[in-house]
């Protein structure tokens, strides 16, 4: 049986994320990458996970690799296609649900877009993903990102907001399957916490976290090598 990577985006940006990241290196499986941008008709993340599964090949198995978003969506679709999910790699994403204040930010994100255009939502948003040096030394790369993703779907944002909002919780999930998950996350992560992350993987010794130094949000553009590295070693 064939393997295949899926390569799953995250909020406030489409499958353009990887085309910055992929052709950096020389990858042992084919890559698939997957825009659910624009989607409005998913209600849940396992909506998404259904979706996206019904339009990748058949008999074949599947490296996930998510990056925020993108990781709720593999814990999605490993929990519901576990015998077609050969590993899981969560790029700066989490298992756990929202807690209630994660809940009114979503619905303080949702409130603003309806009020104001995507680019003025990703004029603030975009810096905070990135660790404070690297923003400050990389202007001219934010600003493109910013410039790329103004026309991303508000409504898409919109429903990806209100599915991260009503996600279940996949910690139980995480305890029990056999699926092997490496988590990459950054040191400088202002919205994801190390450890909490250590304390959810304790005693599972079938999972793997990595962490990297001076990273925020955004591994694949702050430390490319490093994170290719880790997912290497790790398949």
């Given at each position: 049986?064939?393997?295949?990577?899926?390569?799953?985006h995250?909020?406030?940006?489409?499958?353009r994320?990887?085309?910055?990241?992929?052709?950096?290196?020389?990858?042992?499986?084919e890559?698939?990458?997957?825009d659910?941008?624009?989607?409005?008709?998913?209600?849940?993340?396992?909506?998404?996970?259904i979706?996206?599964?019904?339009?990748l090949?058949?008999?074949?198995?599947?490296?996930l690799v998510?990056?925020?978003?993108?990781?709720?969506?593999?814990?999605?679709?490993?929990?519901?296609?576990s015998?077609?999910?050969?590993?899981?790699?969560?790029?700066?994403?989490?298992?756990?649900?929202?807690?209630?204040?994660?809940?009114?930010?979503?619905?303080?994100?949702?409130?603003?877009?309806?009020?104001?255009?995507?680019?003025?939502f990703?004029?603030p948003?975009?810096?905070?993903l990135?660790?404070?040096?690297?923003a400050?030394?990389?202007?001219?790369?934010?600003?493109?990102?910013?410039?790329?993703?103004?026309?991303?779907s508000?409504?898409?944002?919109i429903?990806?907001?209100?599915a991260?909002?009503?996600?279940?919780?996949?910690?139980?999930?995480?305890?029990?399957?056999?699926?092997?998950?490496?988590?990459?996350?950054?040191?400088e992560?202002?919205?994801?916490?190390?450890?909490?992350?250590?304390?959810?993987?304790?005693?599972?010794?079938?999972?793997?976290?990595?962490?990297?130094?001076?990273?925020?949000?955004?591994?694949?553009?702050?430390?490319?090598?490093?994170?290719?590295?880790?997912?290497?070693?790790?398949?």
């Open positions: 049986m064939p393997t295949k990577f899926v390569f799953l995250g909020f406030g940006e489409d499958q994320v990887w085309s910055d990241f992929l052709p950096l290196f020389s990858w042992p499986f890559c698939i990458v997957v659910y941008s624009t989607w409005t008709d998913c209600l849940d993340i396992k909506d998404y996970a979706k996206i599964m019904s339009d090949p058949e008999n074949t198995k599947f490296i998510g990056h925020s978003m993108g990781g709720y969506v593999a814990l999605a679709m490993a929990e519901q296609f015998s077609q999910i050969h590993h899981v790699v969560m790029l700066h994403s989490n298992p756990w649900a929202d807690t209630e204040e994660k809940k009114l930010g979503r619905e303080r994100t949702i409130e603003f877009l309806k009020k104001y255009s995507v680019k003025d990703l004029g948003f975009v810096p905070n990135f660790a404070p040096k690297f400050a030394t990389h202007a001219e790369l934010l600003s493109n990102l910013i410039a790329r993703y103004q026309n991303l508000k409504d898409g944002l429903a990806s907001s209100i991260m909002k009503n996600r279940p919780d996949y910690q139980l999930f995480l305890a029990k399957t056999k699926i092997p998950f490496l988590f990459i996350q950054g040191s992560d202002t919205l994801i916490s190390t450890d909490l992350i250590k304390e959810v993987l304790q005693d599972k010794a079938q999972h793997k976290l990595v962490i990297l130094q001076d990273v925020g949000h955004q591994g694949q553009y702050e430390a490319p090598s490093a994170c290719f590295e880790a997912i290497n070693a790790f398949i």
